[in-house]
């Protein structure tokens, strides 16, 4: 299997790099293709990356090779890592607007270049942002199964791990999923939670009690008071201690936020989600995962059909995404949901998405 990087010379793209070989992913018979922009310092980075990487991996290094153009990426995986980021430094809610005007050229790029040169059988894992745009850019031009945006499977890895570390179990016992927009728009879906070696009754007596009397339509609220408190306090490691008294949804959403604003970014946690999805399209096999997809009517909504990009639990495979794996959503969840979809419909339209 081949894989390409695009965007490989970024914080996150390199972070994917490394985990992709020290993780053993690609044998010496695969092929990793870091991609950059031709012209200035992305186009030498890219070159020096490569260096960089068989100097620190050469007996188990796969083939490692460069592309600075966008018809020359070929690869069986491609990982977009490309564009603009978030600034470290922002406050209050981030401007997912601004992101999506830097960044929609370079998703169209890409897309159409593997729409005319790739193919036709790519699988493509977005990390970028605003990463609904680009699962739009790509699913219309690419066909909608072959794309999947990691953002719900970061966000759903983050919720497994602040209800492991609230009960003091390991992440691995914890099952349950995140859909809706990636980041302060994500659903916390507490109807998928499961823990292992736990019957029914004893899993919704957990989740009881985690939850309290708190349902989801005070969560988008919750997340807004929790970024205001932290934001009044000039101390990185106050500011960490007031997160692990929140309740564990607003936990994932607010301890990363604190963690990248605080200057050190998410760079490992997002490698670590993508290379995940990685693998479970290397894998062969079908494997319940959470992404941003564009659906078409497979799941329903406000009492319609749902058509349009949002995150939800679906099974990935070698082929890509083949279908939504929801059994039925508790009545708040699926209102919210309905909210998150409706404004980011909107939002992709706005944004010269739909198209």
């Not at 600034?87 to 981030?94: E, F, L």
């Not at 009044?232 to 990363?256: L, W």
């Not at 039925?328 to 998150?340: C, F, I």
Request: aromatic share 4%; with cysteine.
């Amino acid at each position: 299997m081949d894989v390409a990087i695009i965007g490989a010379t970024g914080d996150v793209g390199r972070a994917i790099c490394t985990a992709l070989i020290e993780q053993g992913e690609l044998g010496a018979s695969s092929r990793l293709q870091l991609v950059g922009r031709a012209g200035g310092s992305s186009e030498s980075a890219v070159h020096g990356l490569r260096v960089d990487l068989i100097d620190a991996y050469d007996e188990r290094a796969p083939q490692i090779d460069v592309a600075v153009r966008p018809e020359d990426v070929v690869a069986d995986v491609v990982v977009v890592a490309a564009g603009g980021t978030i600034p470290t430094k922002a406050t209050g809610a981030i401007n997912r607007d601004e992101l999506a005007t830097r960044n929609r050229a370079v998703f169209e790029s890409y897309a159409d270049a593997l729409a005319a040169h790739g193919s036709g059988h790519e699988i493509v894992i977005v990390v970028s942002n605003p990463v609904e745009l680009a699962v739009d850019v790509f699913s219309r031009r690419l066909g909608r199964h072959r794309v999947i945006g990691m953002g719900a499977w970061l966000d759903s890895l983050r919720f497994r791990r602040e209800i492991a570390a609230t009960l003091g179990i390991r992440r691995q016992r914890v099952s349950g999923f995140v859909a809706g927009q990636h980041g302060d728009r994500m659903v916390p879906l507490w109807s998928t939670v499961r823990l292992r070696g736990l019957d029914v009754d004893e899993r919704l007596e957990i989740v009881e009690r985690l939850r309290g009397d708190r349902t989801l339509a005070s969560f988008p609220s919750e997340i807004a008071a929790a970024k205001a408190a932290i934001a009044t306090d000039p101390d990185t490691a106050s500011a960490f201690a007031q997160v692990d008294a929140f309740p564990p949804d607003v936990q994932a959403v607010v301890r990363p936020y604190l963690t990248h604003t605080s200057g050190a970014k998410t760079a490992n946690g997002t490698a670590a989600a993508t290379v995940d999805l990685v693998k479970t399209v290397l894998d062969g096999r079908d494997i319940v995962v959470a992404g941003q997809v564009l659906l078409d009517g497979e799941i329903e909504l406000g009492g319609m059909p749902w058509h349009g990009v949002l995150g939800m639990p679906v099974a990935v495979g070698p082929e890509g995404w083949t279908r939504v794996m929801v059994d039925g959503l508790a009545p708040d969840e699926s209102r919210l949901l309905w909210e998150v979809g409706q404004a980011l419909n909107e939002a992709i339209v706005s944004w010269g998405g739909g198209r």
